[in-house]
């Protein structure tokens, strides 16, 4: 086989790999004829020396596809093996639970209750204002006014109420992921 | 030697030929295929691999007579890995000696 015939077979057996794949390894192969015949060989004894090409095509296809990327993604995957936690993690989640994140947690969750009834209050109150000026006619000026600024208060304050649960829920979860971390990981 | 041996030794001795220092496809091609009897296409599909793995790196310098070469030199990932696999293969043939030896031994003392 010459070199021509050798690398034609092999770029053959090599139809599945990419363009850049075979360009290169032609090369190599390529360049591995040219230093034989530098050695001295002819192209038929290089090519028996070479193998089979479609043997080293197969070589090349075995070293190349899936099984050398699985095995680099399974390798990754495998990585962050949850360890037991030690007792001094332990000792350190517990403690920051007990004595900050619950009390903290509650503390939280009663301000924005409050917040919360104080607004329910406070549109309740705007709205019964409203209603009693408009029935009676009375004090339309200043009820109306005190009204509005109550109303106004109310719905400022639930945005406000809004964007603290959110966040408060937010700030729970975090919680929660970062002391899984420290669990699996260690401090 | 059987195929499925070769196969998986023939990693360590790219890289320990390597070790030694830079080379070329042809190089390590003539030097395994002188002591190992083998195909000398072999050695380019290991040597392709052990880059994609970043075990070797590759570059191209001039040659003499003729167009560049591509030199493979071991990466530091690749020093690591060698020793390793040496470590290891040092301990598999040393266990498999005492398994053939305790197997002559036994044959010995029966006859």
Redesign the interface.
């Known amino acids: 086989m010459t070199k021509k015939e050798y690398l034609d077979k092999l770029a053959r057996e090599l139809g599945s790999m990419s363009y850049n794949d075979v360009k290169d390894i032609l090369s190599d192969i390529g360049n591995h004829f040219d230093e034989s015949v530098m050695a001295g060989k002819t192209e038929e004894e290089a090519a028996a020396q070479l193998g089979d090409p479609s043997e080293l095509a197969a070589e090349y296809k075995e070293g190349m596809t899936l099984p050398g990327i699985l095995a680099r993604k399974a390798e990754k995957i495998q990585k962050p093996k949850p360890s037991e936690p030690t007792a001094q993690t332990v000792t350190f989640v517990v403690l920051i639970t007990l004595l900050v994140a619950i009390p903290a947690f509650f503390t939280l969750f009663g301000i924005v209750l409050v917040m919360l009834l104080i607004e329910i209050a406070a549109a309740a109150g705007a709205i019964a204002l409203l209603c009693t000026c408009w029935t009676y006619g009375a004090f339309l000026g200043s009820g109306l006014l005190l009204g509005l600024t109550l109303l106004f208060f109310a719905i400022f304050g639930f945005a406000v109420c809004y964007f603290s649960v959110k966040y408060f829920v937010f700030a729970t979860k975090w919680y929660i992921r970062s002391m899984k971390h420290v669990w699996h990981n260690g401090i | 030697m059987n195929n499925q041996f070769k196969k998986g030794v023939l990693d360590l001795c790219v890289l320990t030929i390597l070790k030694k220092g830079d080379s070329?496809?042809?190089d390590v091609?003539?030097t395994l295929?002188r002591k190992i009897q083998m195909?000398?296409?072999?050695v380019?599909?290991?040597?392709?691999?052990l880059a994609?793995?970043g075990l070797v790196s590759t570059y191209l310098k001039e040659s003499q007579?003729?167009?560049p070469?591509?030199y493979y030199h071991l990466t530091e990932e690749g020093e690591k890995r060698l020793e390793l696999d040496k470590k290891e293969w040092d301990e598999f043939t040393e266990a498999v000696k005492g398994i053939l030896e305790d197997e002559k031994n036994d044959k010995e003392g029966i006859s």
Do not use: E, H, M, V
């Open positions: 070329y496809g042809y091609a003539d295929s195909s000398d296409g072999t380019y599909p290991i040597l392709r691999k994609s793995d007579n003729g167009p070469r591509k």
